[in-house]
């Protein structure tokens, strides 16, 4: 009588949402030094804020006489707040303005600027294109302060300075921004895309518009954000440019009342220096309001490629 032998069975393998979950379970690798950068390198980027939140509640003596990381006995944010935009007239919500329109216009010209060229570096080629580019690198290495005499000596043989266009027009040349967006619409936008829109009788402007566009979304996105912090938080080129306070970004204005608050000048007040606080928190809000709502955007990943499967 002959017996045969079971062959012996193979443990089928975990399935992936089972080593997924058991990934998860195993409890993560801590590096003590590594948290403790971490935590260094967060107190270096919020507790500037947290002073600026806590010293806009307080006048100027208690600016002094307080402790700076904490509140003194009698708050006044919302005071603070008050006589900060009605301070002159009202003349801190002309500079608010001022600002936004900057930033505003600069941010999403240079933006859909850099996007073109980097787009046109990337997926045509033409004569000289590779010294243009090495151009372009080299102007990423010339600081914005350098070029800023012979920016306003040009502005005003044209009579452009005094004027909104004196900020606007040189935030709108962004030559990192170009180099970013070269790169990325090499990866982002695929070469077939572009052929099955060519050979569907489709033109190069459209095709930028509608598609590549599209698909470049997060680089543009970065590159606004970078003009828009750029210019919104620019202070050289507006004080050169501009000597009409009513034409005045913040930046500008704002030191304008330091100087006044440490001089004592024409309309300075006791609280002159509170004010220029209060109005400095005031000014980062739309900053923060900005980066919150153009995150997810952002966080898609400039190293995501455009066709995703």
């Known amino acids: 009588m002959t017996t045969t032998t079971p062959a012996p069975t193979v443990a089928a393998a975990p399935s992936k949402p089972a080593r997924l979950a058991y990934r998860r379970s195993r409890p993560g690798r801590r590096s003590t030094p590594l948290t403790i950068a971490m935590l260094a390198a967060l107190a270096y980027f919020l507790l500037p804020l947290f002073w600026l939140l806590i010293a806009s509640t307080k006048s100027t003596q208690d600016l002094f006489n307080s402790f700076g990381l ?31 329109l900057y930033a505003g216009v600069s941010a999403v010209g240079a933006a859909l600027l850099a996007a073109a060229a980097g787009y046109g570096f990337a997926k045509y080629r033409f004569r000289g ?36 266009w004196a900020v606007i027009l040189p935030s709108l040349v962004n030559p990192f921004g170009l180099y970013l967006m070269r790169v990325y619409a090499a990866d982002s936008v695929p070469d077939s895309i572009l052929e099955a829109a060519r050979i569907d009788g489709a033109g190069e402007a459209r095709i930028f518009f509608r598609i590549a566009l599209r698909l470049m979304a997060p680089g543009v996105v970065t590159v606004l954000l970078f003009t828009l912090v750029a210019t919104w938080n620019n202070y050289f080129l507006p004080l050169i440019m501009l000597n009409d306070p009513d034409l005045y970004p913040i930046t500008v204005g704002l030191a304008s009342w330091a100087a006044q608050a440490q001089n004592g000048g024409a309309g300075a007040s006791s609280d002159m220096l509170a004010l220029v606080v209060t109005g400095s928190l005031i000014s980062i809000v739309p900053l923060v309001v900005a980066f919150l709502m153009l995150q997810r955007y952002w966080q898609s990943g400039l190293a995501a490629g455009g066709v995703k499967q």
């Open 70 to 100: 904490w509140f003194s006995g009698a708050p006044q944010l919302l005071t603070n707040i008050k006589e900060t935009l009605t301070q002159n007239d009202g003349v801190f919500v002309r500079w608010l303005l001022n600002t936004v």
């Open 129 to 164: 294109d590779r010294l243009a580019f090495n151009l372009v690198l080299g102007a990423v290495m010339v600081p914005t302060t350098a070029l800023a005499i012979p920016t306003y000596l040009l502005f005003a043989q044209a009579g452009l300075a005094n004027t909104p």
